[in-house]
């Protein structure tokens, strides 16, 4: 290609939870791309809390690399092909991390048709891995109709689709929570959530107890403090999805909640998962997900952080900021 293209990798380990003074911005020379693969000029790139604990340890995925490029999901069109399938212009879903120009095998990248309403980072966000996951989270943890539901981070890309499909599926009461009165108004006012907490003021397990008298089913993305209040507020035979644990993001771990006794006394059940074992889901969430986002029941926020210079604000934005609406991406446009 003869292009430079810049793009941020890992110059250090953070010290502690919050400190992403980590990454620096290099430039390097783009190479052609070889028989089979191609080169995408990316658009937008995703910012995830999974990737908080990769910057300094093994998770389900290695730790990042010292010295190269943050792995991360990115849409953008490809300028360059060497396969037949893949054409100047083309847009696409890939995992060429955090760079302007990415070359990586054309087997692996997803087509997208993005559109004035439905722009491509829509496919990061609600039509991508963060809402499939909040499909899969209500599956496993068998969400049913009449249930009343708990969803923690309901501000952010997981959190946000999941209160949006348990509303549209009739769900009788859903409660959200996330973090300051902005966040809570944007869960009553845009997202239909019945009931928003602030866990930054409320004392989550009372209000709850307080306006649904008890919850069967909660999705949990941040665990710790939540996890217990969770724990306290089940019904009997309750379920609960283990999306993430952002709480301890960041830290040495967090201490089990104190009242693990009521997964027996309630005879609760508790379903962890990982999205990457559940794309044969794909087609059934989209199936459903772009008739509600055609119909204005799903509906699609996306924060974005300013180049690739913003890195670290993105990241520190997964940690809490007012600002923060649904999905937060790097936009390189
Ligand atoms: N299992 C899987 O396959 C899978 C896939 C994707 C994501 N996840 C997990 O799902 C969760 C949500 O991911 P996302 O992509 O949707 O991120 P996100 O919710 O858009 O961003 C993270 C949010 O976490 C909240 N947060 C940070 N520290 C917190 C704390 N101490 N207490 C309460 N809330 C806190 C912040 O919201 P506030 O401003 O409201 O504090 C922030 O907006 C994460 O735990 C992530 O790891 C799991």
């Known amino acids: 290609m003869g292009v430079i293209g810049r793009e941020v990798v890992l110059e250090r380990r953070p010290a502690r939870r919050g400190d992403f003074d980590c990454f620096d911005v290099v430039e390097r020379r783009v190479p052609d791309p070889l028989p089979g693969q191609v080169v995408i000029a990316s658009t937008a790139l995703s910012v995830d809390p999974s990737m908080i604990p990769r910057l300094t340890a093994d998770t389900y995925a290695p730790k990042f690399t010292l010295g190269r ?84 981070g309901a501000a952010g890309a997981v959190g946000s689709v999941a ?21 809570c108004r944007y869960l009553t006012e845009v997202l239909g959530v019945d009931v928003a907490l602030d866990y930054r003021s409320d004392d989550l397990a ?26 306290a507020t089940l019904n009997v035979g309750g379920r609960i999805a283990a999306c993430g644990m952002v709480e301890g993001y960041g830290t040495a771990g967090l201490p089990a909640p104190h009242n693990l006794t009521e ?3 309630k005879r609760l059940t508790m379903s962890g998962l990982l999205v990457t074992d559940h794309l044969d889901k794909r087609p059934a969430f989209l199936a459903e997900a772009v008739d509600l986002v055609a ?3 799903l509906t699609s926020s996306i924060t974005k952080y300013d180049g690739l ?25």
């Open 295 to 297: 119909s204005g029941r």
């Open 69 to 152: 490029v943050i792995e991360s999901r990115a849409v953008g069109r490809v300028v360059s092909s060497a396969d037949d399938r893949w054409a100047h212009g083309d847009w696409v879903v890939h995992s060429g991390g955090w760079r302007e120009f990415a070359v990586v095998d054309a087997a692996t990248v997803t087509r997208i048709e993005p559109t004035p309403d439905v722009p491509a980072e829509t496919w990061l966000g609600v039509l991508g891995a963060p809402g499939l996951t909040a499909f899969v989270g209500l599956d496993v943890a068998r969400f049913t109709p009449d249930d009343v539901v708990w969803v923690s």
């Open 263 to 265: 997964i027996i006394t």
């Open 163 to 183: 209160v949006q499909l348990a509303k549209a599926r009739g769900a009788r009461i859903v409660v959200g929570s996330a973090g300051g009165r902005e966040k």
């Open 206 to 231: 009372a209000a709850i107890l307080d306006v649904t008298g008890g919850i069967d089913l909660y999705f949990d993305n941040v665990g710790g403090s939540h996890l217990q209040a969770a724990l």
């Open 309 to 333: 210079d913003s890195a670290a604000n993105a990241m520190s934005a997964l940690l809490g900021d007012a600002a923060k609406l649904g999905k937060a991406v790097i936009d390189l446009t």
